[in-house]
């Protein structure tokens, strides 16, 4: 199983999208896609006249602005995608965290409904969704969470990728829109990991929304304890593109 984490970006790129799935309708992997749509959100947030705020990346979620949240991610975000699936002849199925078997708490008070997905080494893996896979669906799982009391969450969509990975044993592909992580040159590099990350951030090559990317696949990489691919969707078509991020 292939678990693709999708980048808030892509949902405004139509043709790009309709790339995406027209690959995915060409390969034979199990493939599950998770993705967020911070973006929507704010717009929904701020339609709503909402102010919304961030701290180190998350956005602050009090109870009030779920639905909104809710709406913009397991919605629109969804069907959005949804939509783009169906028209390249797949048969996508919207899901959230909790369908795919990932339950959360909540991070932190401060944060309001911001959730922490939790990954247990013991319990079965999940079967909603490998029958799903069986079938030829293509599950699409938004980052909205649930706890055991059935409160609802709103989770980094990394996060929630990392999660579902780690609960399928799965591999972890960050599909954005960027070919792959530049050197100084403007040329792909095909590798890289803890050391050379350090290295090169220090040198001001690896900076901004790259670093962000960057030193979330070393994370996820660390915790899945295996490698992890940034890239285009050209990543579906060619194993050997992007850049293999190594703890």
Same mark, same amino acid.
């Given at each position: 199983m292939k678990v693709i984490k999708l980048g808030g970006s892509l949902l405004e790129q139509t043709e790009t999208l309709g790339a995406l799935f027209q690959s995915l309708q060409q390969n034979d992997d199990d493939i599950v896609l998770v993705h967020g749509g911070g973006a929507l959100v704010q717009q929904w947030l701020a339609t709503a006249g909402l102010q919304s705020e961030k701290v180190n990346g998350l956005r602050i979620s009090p109870e009030q602005h779920m639905p909104y949240i809710v709406g913009g991610l397991a919605g629109a975000a969804n069907k959005t995608l949804m939509k783009q699936a169906i028209a390249a002849g %797949?048969? #996508?199925?919207?899901?959230? %965290?909790?369908?795919?078997g990932v339950h959360c708490v909540q991070q932190s008070a401060g944060l309001g409904? !911001?959730?922490?997905?939790?990954v247990s080494s013991t319990? #079965? !893996?999940p079967a909603l969704l490998v029958d799903l896979l069986m079938h030829g669906y293509l599950p699409i799982i938004s980052s909205i969470g649930f706890g055991e009391k059935g409160e609802w969450f709103n989770v980094n969509a990394d996060d929630a990728a990392v999660a579902v990975a780690a609960t399928y044993n799965a591999d972890l592909l960050l599909i954005t829109d960027v070919e792959a992580v530049l050197d100084g040159s403007g040329n792909p590099l095909s590798h890289l990991n803890s050391e050379s990350i350090q290295q090169l951030t220090q040198a001001g090559v690896i900076k901004d929304g790259m670093e962000v990317k960057v030193r979330g696949a070393l994370s996820a990489a660390k915790r899945l304890r295996r490698c !992890?691919?940034?890239?285009?969707w050209n990543v579906m078509n060619n194993p050997f593109s992007g850049t293999q991020i190594s703890e």
């Open positions: %797949l048969k #996508p199925i919207g899901l959230t %965290l909790y369908e795919a409904q !911001v959730g922490l997905c939790q319990e #079965p !893996v !992890v691919r940034i890239g285009s």
